[in-house]
């Protein structure tokens, strides 16, 4: 069974910046900030085919502190996010620590999994095996084994690829 993961700042939700580097406004602004915060360009044209190649079975799994995870719930409610792609509200997870996110997707099963930080897709090498590191990055190193995918088109594309690739290799 195949489960896809996918980070949320710089993800799901724009950047500041237009080159994609400044993090969001969750950081240091104010919850009107992030309300106000968009979605990242595509997002919502290119999540909910993935959700739908995959079943349902699409976590949400980021690093975020107290203060930040309480203003990503109130900017998905307030985005309709649940509504719009057909992810579980459930399917949500935090973690404190970034090297945290690979003992969700481990207790998960994630086989795919989009984050914008090549250090997190390191923590999951052995354990996800398709990785793909989302959108401009200041220091454009990829990690051995992860397909950089610039914006969600093109991550829709990857994703899917591993999809038919696995899809049509023969049952044994």
């Known amino acids: 069974m195949k489960n896809l993961?996918?980070?949320?700042?710089?993800?799901?939700?724009?950047?500041?910046?237009?080159?994609?580097?400044?993090?969001?406004?969750f950081i240091g602004g104010t919850l009107a900030d992030a309300l106000a915060t968009p979605p990242y360009k595509g997002m919502f044209d290119f999540v909910p085919g993935l959700v739908q190649q995959f079943g349902g079975r699409v976590w949400l799994v980021s690093k975020a502190g107290?203060?930040?995870?309480?203003?990503?719930?109130?900017?998905?409610?307030?985005?309709?996010?649940?509504?719009?792609?057909?992810?579980?509200?459930?399917?949500?997870?935090?973690?404190?620590?970034r090297s945290q996110k690979a003992g969700h997707c481990a207790a998960l099963g994630i086989t795919h999994f989009?984050?914008?930080?090549?250090?997190?897709?390191?923590?999951?090498?052995?354990v996800v095996p398709h990785r793909f590191l989302f959108g401009p990055q200041r220091k454009p190193q990829v990690p051995r084994g992860v397909v950089p995918v610039i914006d969600w088109p093109a991550a829709a594309d990857?994703?899917?690829?591993?999809?038919?690739k696995e899809l049509a290799a023969p049952l044994s």
């Open 5 to 25: 993961g996918i980070d949320i700042g710089r993800v799901l939700i724009a950047p500041d910046a237009p080159d994609g580097r400044a993090d969001t406004s």
């Open 114 to 126: 989009i984050d914008d930080r090549g250090d997190v897709l390191d923590h999951l090498d052995g």
């Open 158 to 164: 990857a994703v899917i690829v591993t999809l038919g």
């Open 66 to 97: 107290p203060r930040v995870q309480e203003k990503t719930r109130h900017w998905l409610r307030h985005h309709r996010f649940f509504e719009r792609t057909g992810i579980p509200p459930d399917n949500l997870r935090f973690c404190l620590e």
